[in-house]
């Protein structure tokens, strides 16, 4: 079974996400905790509200990964009930990866 996550991002990130033919997070790019988002309309709160005025650009990307991987985290409350992302440990983004089920869809796009 897949649970469909999302994650902000900027250029920059989309382009070596990218590089990765949109199939998985380089674990390079996030340092100590990588944080997909649990609702769209969170992901779309950090786009339009954080990542759009720092760079420029920003986007919305959505993923499935398979649950049996996710029960080993919390889900943890940003700010507001509604504001939910798991925290994934940098040393943990290799077995995370393996986990993704098909390729990301970006799903909205600010600029």
């Not at 990588?34 to 339009?48: D, G, H, M, N, S």
């Not at 993923?63 to 939910?84: A, Q």
């Not at 077995?95 to 600029?111: A, L, P, S």
């Amino acid at each position: 079974m897949f649970a469909t996550l999302f994650k902000s991002v900027n250029e920059a990130e989309l382009e070596e996400i990218e590089k990765q033919n949109f199939c998985y997070f380089p674990k390079n790019i996030y340092k100590e905790f990588f944080y997909p988002i649990v609702t769209e309309l969170y992901a779309i709160k950090l786009a339009r509200d954080f990542i759009l005025p720092a760079y420029g650009k920003a986007y919305v990307i959505k993923f499935e990964i398979d649950t049996s991987f996710l029960k080993n985290y919390n889900i943890k409350n940003v700010g507001s009930p509604f504001n939910k992302e798991y925290w994934i440990p940098e040393k943990d983004m290799e077995e995370f990866n393996k986990n993704i089920g098909g390729k990301f869809v970006i799903t909205k796009e600010y600029n």
